[in-house]
C-alpha cells in the first residue's frame, strides 16, 4: 500500500457516519429516515424537593431518574411530573426527596432504581400478620411497623439491637417492633434463647429476656438461660415446662418457616410497612422518619 492510497482510505474513514442534523427528511443510502422527535425537556422545578445540598454529578443523576421513573401513584407519568403538577398523590415528593437522598449519598443509578423499586413498587410489599408475636413501642394502628427476624446468637443481631431500641426512643408512641425468631442452624445456642425467650413471654417478660439474652450473648447455657429467668423473677417452675413444650418449638418453627416463605435468608432481616429494609442499618431511623412523613 503506498502513501497516496493509504492517506485516501484515512480519510474515508474520517467522514463514516458524518452527516448534517436538518429539520427536514434525511436519506441515509437512499431510504428515507423520519426526522428524530425532540426527547421532552427534563422537569428540574419540583416544588418541595431540595436539590441544593447535591454536587453537580450527583444532582444530574437526581434529575435523570426524577424524570425517568415512574411515579408509585398509578399514572403513567414521571416523579418529576407528579411533584411539578401537584399531582394529588402523597407519594409524589416523599418519592422524589428519597431519590434525591440516595443520589445525595453517593449510589449508582443501579443501585438508587433497585432501592426505589423497594419501597415504591406495589409488588414488593408483602403481608405479615404480627400473631401472638412479641410487641415492643406503639399499640395497635402504630403507622410504622417494624418486623425483626433475628437470631439471639447472631453477632450482627446484637450490634442492630440498640439501633432499634434507638428507632422506638426517636419516634416515640408511632412506630411498633414485632419480633419473629429466626434461628440459624449455625448457631447452636439459638434454639434453646428462643424458647427461653417464648418461656418469658408467657409471663410477660419477653422484652426482658429479649435485652439479657443480647446483653450476655456470649452466655447462653441452660444454666445462664434458668439464671436469667430466676433474675427476672420468673415462676421457675413453670419456665422449665415451657421451654421443653413442644408448642413452645413450633412457635419458632412456624415463625421460621415465615421467613422462608418470605425469603428471608440471614439475620437480622427488618421490614418496614411491608417492605424489606435493604438500606444500611444506620440509615433506619432516617428511613422510619421518611415513612411517618407519607402519613
Given at each position: 500500500m503506498n502513501a497516496r492510497f493509504a492517506l485516501a482510505l484515512a480519510l474515508c474513514a474520517a467522514f463514516v457516519g458524518c452527516d448534517e442534523s436538518t429539520d427536514e427528511e434525511e436519506v441515509i443510502e437512499n431510504v428515507p429516515v423520519a426526522p428524530r422527535?425532540?426527547?421532552?425537556?427534563a422537569i428540574s422545578e419540583l416544588p418541595g424537593v431540595s436539590l441544593d445540598g447535591l454536587g453537580n454529578s450527583d444532582r444530574r443523576l437526581a434529575l435523570r431518574l426524577l424524570n425517568d421513573l415512574?411515579?408509585?401513584?398509578?399514572?403513567p407519568i414521571s416523579v418529576a411530573r407528579c411533584v411539578s403538577e401537584s399531582a394529588g398523590c402523597a407519594d409524589c415528593v416523599p418519592s422524589a426527596r428519597y431519590v434525591a437522598r440516595l443520589a445525595a449519598e453517593g449510589l449508582a443509578d443501579h443501585e438508587v432504581r433497585a432501592l426505589f423499586a423497594n419501597r415504591f413498587d406495589p409488588s414488593k410489599k408483602v403481608e405479615i400478620t404480627n400473631g401472638d408475636a412479641p410487641v415492643r413501642g406503639?399499640?395497635?394502628g402504630a403507622p410504622v411497623t417494624l418486623v425483626v427476624f433475628s437470631?439471639?446468637?447472631?453477632?450482627?443481631?446484637?450490634?442492630?439491637h440498640p439501633l432499634l431500641q434507638q428507632v422506638l426512643r426517636e419516634h416515640d408512641g408511632r412506630v411498633q417492633l414485632v419480633f419473629k425468631h429466626y434461628p440459624l442452624s449455625m448457631h447452636e445456642r439459638a434454639v434453646p434463647a428462643a424458647l427461653a425467650a417464648l418461656a418469658a413471654h408467657r409471663q410477660g417478660?419477653?422484652?426482658?429476656?429479649h435485652d439479657l439474652l443480647f446483653e450476655h450473648q456470649e452466655a447462653l447455657t441452660d444454666g445462664d438461660l434458668e439464671g436469667y429467668a430466676r433474675g427476672l423473677g420468673l415462676d421457675l417452675d413453670r419456665f422449665r415446662a415451657d421451654v421443653v413444650d413442644a408448642a413452645s418449638l413450633a412457635s419458632v418453627?412456624?415463625?421460621k418457616t415465615l421467613g422462608r416463605e418470605l425469603e428471608v435468608q440471614g439475620t437480622p432481616t427488618v421490614f418496614v410497612n411491608g417492605r424489606r429494609f435493604e438500606e444500611p442499618f444506620e440509615n433506619l431511623s432516617r428511613y422510619v422518619a421518611e415513612e411517618l412523613d407519607r402519613r
Open positions: 422527535e425532540e426527547a421532552a425537556p415512574l411515579s408509585p401513584c398509578g399514572e406503639a399499640a395497635m437470631d439471639f446468637e447472631c453477632p450482627f443481631c446484637r450490634q442492630t417478660k419477653f422484652w426482658e429476656m418453627e412456624a415463625d
